[in-house]
């Protein structure tokens, strides 16, 4: 659920921080009083593209923030944030945000990380479902309706193996497609196969030999320089005239003679001998170092080839000797699979072959468990829509199934289909994409989303202008279809009605405040008297007999 919005400049609100409550919220108020920047604010946050003619007067920017509690949400969001590289959800709160500038910048951010609009419109997709005069585009498409119709027949389960029999046979196509080309091309591709693979293959490379072989070249090419310097060390180490080996032995000749005058110099000798212990030590470790240096031409240039070779190979297939390994290893199955064409080929097709016939096959079941469930949902609906006004109209569904080769059916299965509506007696179903009303549009949607409260996976459902065109007892069976919805989602709604909203279980007033000489527009949360108030508003006025009617639609 949206648990909070923050909108700073947008349009006529300042700094606005808007607590919603789980269930039915509606948010009444004067036309032109600002209800209609909750929508615009949602729009923003779940990705909707930006107009900077929104951002208030005298600000240089906006900013719309949307916390929801996602732990009932019924959507892979901890894999997709994880694998777009943003933070997750902390204490099952995500947070979405979207800031935007006169100057053109436009920052998106989801749980504190930069994302880009792509991401955040996919994120709303699974959060919010917004209809209202300008927002019924998801159910005239018909893969919404589609999906629609598999929500109520709980069919999730084959359709969703039916995608996967579809992508698994794409994945063989793609195969296919590899081998199938000309015959210039294929001798190219041979030829380019096996020149890769004998070349990584004679370098009998090792995943961790560059280091070793950067050292031991580093260490040749150097060679002459530390010969020169480890002799001369071993010159100052030896016992010739002025080494410190002969300079040590005259300095403990002259500490015994010491001892020998003051028995407490002791310790002092066993020093020096430990020095000259040491100092030998020294000698015989860079004698031994100057042993190994070699000063061999014919190995710094092997080990230069080598290097050389192994930089090569990073430049053509990979950042890493390994994965020159494993670019080698993938390329020699390549070359395997072509030398094996017709072979491959001939398998290629036999899975292919397999594939249709199951695809057809699951198609076909998952066609007819979905006319089984069109006269249920038509029905349903239609009850709903009676409720709603439409004494005698129909909703009903048209399908059709591909009953052709199936090579190019997409993941959804083999059928299309069209939900189709006639409001008045007489008059034939028209699909919806050619009603022109948006309050007929809207009630249809209503009323398949009462039908669909148990199933709809979208945890916040907004209703703007739901009530166009409505009055009398069906405004009441709106709010009570509003009032149902929301015992299985939250629900916002924004209506001119007070039987619409009465029934809320927190209600919203959006007014229109002068500040420091500007119009501001405030949305608040209303009490129970206050409530009274602005249904009486409604009705017509502060009257007692507007008052009293507001209190007996509240029940109070």
């Known amino acids: ?87 997750p959800c902390e ?12 100057a053109g910048a436009n920052r998106q951010f989801i749980n504190g990380s930069p994302a880009t609009l792509n991401t955040l419109a996919t994120i709303g997709v699974w959060l919010v479902d917004i209809h209202g005069p300008h927002e019924h585009q998801s159910l005239l498409r018909p893969a919404m309706q589609l999906a629609i119709l598999d929500a ?11 995608a996967e029999l579809v992508r698994r046979r794409a994945s063989i196509e793609a195969d296919k497609a590899a081998l199938i080309v000309d015959e210039k091309t294929y001798v190219q591709q041979l030829d380019l196969l096996r020149f890769q693979v004998e070349e990584i293959t004679a370098a009998r490379l090792q995943g961790d030999e560059e280091e070793q072989v950067d050292q031991n070249y580093r260490r040749a090419s150097n060679a002459a ?11 100052s180490l030896g016992e010739n005239d002025g080494s410190l080996l002969t300079q040590a032995g005259m ?54 080839e080598r290097l050389n070779l192994l930089h090569s190979l990073k430049r053509k297939y990979g950042a890493t000797l390994a994965e020159v390994i494993a670019f080698g290893g993938e390329a020699g199955r390549k070359l395997r699979s072509l030398e094996q064409r017709d072979a491959e080929l001939q398998r290629l097709n036999a899975e292919l072959a397999k594939f249709e016939a199951d695809i057809l096959r699951t198609g076909q079941a998952l066609s007819a468990k979905r006319r089984k469930v069109i006269p249920q949902l038509g ?17 009903d569904v048209t399908i059709t199934t591909e009953t052709g080769p199936v090579a190019g059916v997409e993941c959804r299965g083999l059928d299309t289909i069209e939900f189709q509506f006639a409001p008045n007696p007489g008059e034939p179903a028209r699909p919806l994409r050619a009603i022109a009303s948006s309050g007929e549009l809207a009630r249809v949607m209503l009323a398949l989303k009462t039908v669909l409260a ?21 405004a009441n069976t709106v709010g009570e279809k509003m009032q149902q919805i929301a015992r299985k989602r939250q629900v916002l709604c924004i209506t001119h009605l007070p039987q619409v909203a009465a029934p809320a279980s927190a209600h919203y007033v959006a007014t229109k405040q002068l500040k420091a000489g500007r119009t501001i527009s405030e949305i608040t949360l209303l009490d129970k008297k ?11 006025g502060q009257t007692d007999a507007a008052r009293n009617h507001a209190e007996a639609l509240l029940g109070s």
């Open 91 to 102: 204490e099952q709160q995500l947070v979405l945000k979207r800031a935007f500038t006169s």
């Open 454 to 474: 148990a199933e709809d996976r979208i945890p916040v459902l907004v209703f703007d202008e739901v009530d166009a065109n409505v009055g009398g007892e069906t």
């Open 251 to 304: 300095i403990g000749r002259t500490l015994q003679e010491l001892q020998r005058v003051d028995g407490s110099a002791a310790p002092l000798v066993t020093l020096h001998g430990q020095a000259v212990s040491a100092l030998r030590e020294l000698q015989g470790e860079l004698s031994h170092y100057a042993d190994k240096v070699d000063v061999d031409p014919a190995r710094l240039q092997a080990l230069e």
């Open 152 to 162: 109520f027949g709980k069919l999730d389960g084959e359709r969703e193996t039916f």
């Open 530 to 540: 206050d409530r009274v108030t602005e249904l009486a508003r409604m009705l017509g």
């Open 379 to 395: 029905k349903a609906v239609s009850k709903e829509l009676s409720d709603l006004g439409f004494k005698q109209s129909r909703f």
């Open 225 to 235: 320089r530390l010969l020169e310097l480890s002799r001369s060390a071993l010159d």
């Open 1 to 87: 659920m949206l648990t909070t919005l923050r909108i700073k400049n947008l349009a006529l609100v300042a700094d606005l921080t808007l607590e919603l409550q789980p269930g039915y919220n509606v948010i009444t108020g004067e036309t032109g009083a600002g209800k209609s920047i909750l929508i615009g604010a949602l729009n923003l946050v779940l990705g909707e593209r930006a107009d900077r003619a929104l951002i208030r007067g005298g600000s240089d920017s906006c900013s719309v923030e949307a916390v929801f509690d996602i732990s009932r949400l019924n959507a892979p969001l901890r894999s997709f944030l994880e694998e777009n590289g943003l933070e």
